[in-house]
């Protein structure tokens, strides 16, 4: 079912950056977000990693020349480490949600594509790409696996 979402979402991906011009993230990330939309402490993990990724590679951008394949290393790195991160207790011990350890980012190189995306077209335009290109895998997931719900990958 892997091979499939990932499969789905690279021609959604392809797609949707061909019609509209925005990307969802990079070409694998709707694919393993749609795995996870049956948690949404997920999702949030992976998108507050993707953030501080995101930051942090503004205000290192402010003193090193950071442009195409070195920002999208950067960013990977950085993804890997805040991924990391949300997997560690301490990580959200001043948060009093409750949920905080569930929050875990979806993968290790997810946080930085997205976080690469968001510094080329924004926070905005990359997240809602991300949950339209993601939606639409896991409506096809469904429909395709006979309407189960994917809630065990």
Do not use: D
């Not at 993990?45 to 953030?51: C, D, E, K, R």
């Not at 997810?110 to 990359?126: F, S, V, Y």
């Amino acid at each position: 079912m892997i091979e499939l979402a990932v499969g789905l979402g690279v021609i959604l991906s392809m797609v949707f950056y061909e019609v509209i011009g925005v990307s969802a993230g990079g070409i694998v990330v709707p694919g393993y977000v749609a795995l996870q939309m049956h948690a949404p402490e997920r999702l949030l993990g992976t998108i507050i990693a993707s953030l501080l990724t995101y930051l942090v590679l503004r205000i290192i951008s402010r003193f090193m020349f950071l442009y195409g394949r070195r920002r999208l290393v950067m960013a990977i790195l950085l993804g890997f480490v805040f991924g990391y991160l949300t997997r560690q207790t301490y990580f959200w011990s001043a948060i009093p949600l409750g949920f905080e350890m569930h929050m875990q980012a979806v993968g290790f190189i997810i946080p930085g594509l997205i976080a690469n995306w968001m510094e080329r077209q924004g926070i905005w335009k990359t997240v809602l790409a991300l949950v339209l290109t993601a939606s639409t895998v896991r409506l096809l997931l469904i429909v395709l696996m006979g309407g189960q719900v994917l809630t065990n990958v």
